[in-house]
């Protein structure tokens, strides 16, 4: 069963959607009305992200993303309906009728996290057995500590098939759940066999401490039997582009912020050296979610990455990633190619810390490593690499900073200050220009797939046009839903005759049109296309009915030119509206 409207209501009502989006965005007052900042959903430089509090809803002009309260908190906390609902209510203080609604999946999730924690358990009791002690071993040679295992959880995964199979079963826990969880797999043949065999095990928990998946290294040696690491693949719990190995202990110690570092065992010997802001990527390159994340706690990362090319080239990842979302960054170069595990335990965790303490800024980093490029030796390089390091700081928003790097700059290099700041402002006025076409590109044609949602709207911008100008005066004003010749059989794409009908339901139980009312039965695309339709205000006249007529025609004329393009893309209620439309219009001629 669903939640009572009015209780969904009464969450949305008493969670202000300025109050919600503020802790993870950044807003400013525009006009008077509404506030804007950088979109969370995409990577932007101008803010096209839109909050309206008279409406409780937001929209970002650049990418599409849309909706009220219920949405950004499904979307930025990464939740479903449900889960986004509870969340607001405990927030707010709102009670949540327990047996009016289907939690399956809540229930299901929560299953999978106790899969998670017997799992956990049972690796790490399985280092204290006989079979298990080259685990222990391993970690101590490590340099790692009694109670920093126990604190990370750290377990053994043993050599058996399915001892952990057995055990969960004896837990009362089904094959389906160990399946979803992870935590088990299945063979070509049918047979269920233990995900993890022979391998140190690394508990990977979410903000709330849930065990949520696990990473799992080799034997020393055995590299090549299997991979030096298996990671748990993404789950209904567990999504590794969303998560930081070590972000739950990180979250609560970033007040000087976050060190982010390669590897699991390079965060927990920071940890165990007092360095306890230490995270790390979990299997895969930093992604925009992770760096959404960590902007949540703090406002500067330190990058400590491996020196060969791969670990460059991810600390110039992680660099423009952190840039476009207004996070600082530094940049840790760890002398002899070391990594922080190895060079804590050479030098001990109070050097490491003065490694971080005097770290590079990001744009110190990127000029040093931009001038390895060039031989600076040669006149004709050294002008090139002048030339990019001029372009590189154009990009910087701070004028201070300009002035300072533009002055390093020419005395190292023999040049003049003013010749070097006339080459950055004319980089300046190329990416000014850059950015207004990109801006307005995005007003324009938001780069959400609107054909996906609305396929008209890259064919046929009058029936996009006209449908959205009927939903949108139907969404402010029930008064005109009867309006005479308006049904469903007017629209042409699927996506408006959906809305119409959502808003004609809500209307026919005298309620108004909201969208958390509507919000699951709709993806999250669709809900983007529906904000966008309910903020546009240039429909704010009041000849609403001779709008709607005016509409209605355009739609009847232009579903009867449809032409071959359309109809090979048609589905069979749209042909069958097609030949409707085409047998009337004979039968008027006829007669």
């Known amino acids: ?9 009464d969450i949305k009502y008493k969670n202000p959607i300025e109050d919600v989006i503020s802790p993870y965005v950044a807003l400013k007052r525009s006009g008077s009305k509404n506030l804007k900042g950088l979109c ?3 990577s932007e430089r101008t803010p096209s992200f839109t909050v309206y509090p008279e409406s409780n809803s937001y929209y970002c002009f650049g990418c599409g993303a849309g909706g009220d309260a219920v ?40 299953r999978l996290y106790e899969v998670n924690k017997e799992t956990a358990k049972f690796y790490y009791e399985n280092l204290f057995k006989p079979s298990g002690k080259w685990v222990l071993d391993y970690f101590k040679s490590r340099g790692l500590k009694t109670e920093t295992i126990t604190h990370f959880g750290l377990g053994a995964a043993l050599g058996e098939w399915d001892s952990l199979i057995k055990h969960l079963k004896s837990l009362g826990f089904k094959i389906d759940e160990m399946l979803q969880a992870g935590v088990i797999a299945k063979s070509s043949k049918g047979t269920y066999y233990d995900r993890f065999r022979n391998r140190s095990m690394f508990p990977i928990m979410d903000l709330q401490k849930h065990v949520i998946g696990f990473s799992g290294r080799c034997k020393p040696g055995e590299e090549k039997n299997g991979g030096k690491y298996v990671n748990t693949n993404d789950t209904l719990i567990y999504k590794k582009s969303h998560n930081l190995f070590g972000m739950n202990f990180a979250k609560g110690n970033c007040k000087d912020g976050i060190v982010l570092v390669e590897g699991n065992m390079d965060v927990i010997s920071l940890h165990q050296a007092g360095i306890t802001n230490a995270v790390a990527a979990l299997g895969t390159s930093f992604t925009e979610e992770q760096a959404r994340l960590i902007a949540r706690y703090t406002d500067l990362i330190t990058l400590v990455m491996d020196s060969d090319e791969a670990g460059i080239k ?45 770290a590079s800024g990001d744009t110190d980093y990127m000029l040093f490593k931009l001038s390895k490029d060039y031989n600076l030796e040669i006149a004709a390089e050294k002008i090139s690499f002048l030339n990019k390091a001029a372009e590189y700081l154009s990009g910087l928003n701070d004028s201070l900073a300009i002035d300072y790097y533009a002055g390093m700059l020419s005395d190292k ?7 070097l700041l006339l080459k950055i402002n004319e980089y300046k006025g190329k990416n000014k220009n850059k950015a207004k076409k990109e ?9 959400i797939n609107r054909a996906y949602v609305n396929p008209y709207k890259n064919r046929n911008n009058r029936i996009c046009n006209s449908e959205e100008l009927i939903l949108n005066i139907l969404m402010k004003h029930p008064e005109v839903i009867d309006y005479n010749g308006l049904d469903e059989n007017v629209f042409i794409s699927e996506i408006a005759k959906r809305i119409y009908l959502s808003i004609k339901k809500l209307y026919s139980k005298n309620t108004m049109f909201d969208i958390a009312l509507i919000e699951s039965e709709y993806t999250n695309e669709e809900i983007g296309y529906i904000t966008g339709i309910f903020v546009n205000n240039s429909n704010n006249v009041q000849n609403f009915k001779e709008l709607i007529k005016d509409a209605v025609d355009a739609l ?15 589905d069979n209620s749209d042909w069958e509206r097609y030949m409707q439309n085409i047998i009337d219009k ?3 001629k006829d007669g």
């Open 1 to 9: 069963m669903r939640i009572p409207e009015e209780v969904i209501l």
């Open 314 to 358: 991810a600390t110039n990842r992680a660099i423009g990633i952190l840039s476009a979302l207004g996070i600082k960054t530094k940049v840790v170069n760890v002398p002899s190619g070391k990594d922080p595990d190895e060079f804590i335990k050479l030098n001990g965790g109070d050097a490491f810390k003065k490694l971080i303490e005097n």
């Open 556 to 570: 009847k004329e232009e579903s009867l030119n449809l032409n071959d393009k359309d109809i090979n893309n048609m």
């Open 40 to 42: 969370p959903f995409h």
């Open 439 to 447: 801006a307005i590109r995005n007003i324009i044609n938001p780069k």
């Open 71 to 110: 949405t950004f908190i499904k979307n930025i906390e990464n939740l479903d309906y449900i889960e986004a609902l509870k969340f607001l209510a405990n927030r707010a203080g709102v009670t949540i009728p327990e047996n009016r609604y289907d939690d399956s999946i809540i229930k299901l999730k929560q």
């Open 586 to 588: 004979k039968v008027n």
């Open 413 to 419: 290099y023999g040049i003049q200050k003013s010749t």
